[in-house]
């Protein structure tokens, strides 16, 4: 059964916590892209003390860099970046407020204690997607760093989104719950 995040604009306590790990979800609502130089210029703003253009608490990010738009589409292939490329980020995102991060990957170890500790969950979309993913995309607004082009911050407006619960609030962890599975077969 997949169940249905709503995400409008932030992801609500209730949901986060009644999602586990392995869950299939669909989402609907807003998610804020995120991408490396996005990430960096949110932390350089943060460190000199200033205000970030969009308050991030409880927000949903989404690594993603999309394509351009072709004749009648919002974006063009939205597919998911690798969560690792913002590793060195989550201390200060989460810090920020952010209650989950859709991207691609494996996340182990203090790197995934931190989405629990933070009371934030990590889900994944399935990379090769991009252009069914970018079907999802409703609305597309630039934010902030309009000039990063594809890595500018935006805000997405989705429907059935479809993605994976990778880490719960719990603990759980489907990596590596799939592999422990895997190998007792």
């Not at 995102?93 to 952010?98: M, Q, S, Y």
Request: proline share 5%.
């Amino acid at each position: 059964m997949t169940r249905l995040i709503e995400c409008r604009p932030t992801l609500d306590e209730t949901t986060s916590l009644a999602v586990r790990a392995g869950d299939a979800v669909s989402l609907s609502g807003d998610l804020v892209t995120i991408r490396d130089a996005t990430a960096k210029r949110l932390l350089d703003l943060a460190s000199a003390g200033l205000s970030l253009p969009i308050d991030l608490t409880g927000r949903l990010l989404y690594a993603v860099g999309p394509s351009p738009a072709k004749p009648g589409q919002v974006v063009g292939s939205a597919g998911p970046t690798t969560i690792e490329r913002f590793v060195k980020y989550l201390p200060f995102l989460l810090g920020a407020g952010v209650k989950g991060v859709v991207a691609k990957g494996e996340l182990h170890g203090d790197d995934a204690r931190a989405f629990q500790e933070a009371g934030a969950i990590y889900l994944a979309a399935i990379g090769g997607l991009g252009a069914l993913l970018g079907r999802s995309v409703e609305a597309a607004t630039v934010v902030a760093f309009g000039e990063l082009g594809p890595e500018a911050l935006m805000q997405f407006t989705v429907r059935d989104f479809p993605a994976v619960v990778i880490l719960d609030r719990h603990g759980g962890n489907f990596h590596e719950t799939a592999r422990a599975a895997w190998r007792r077969v």
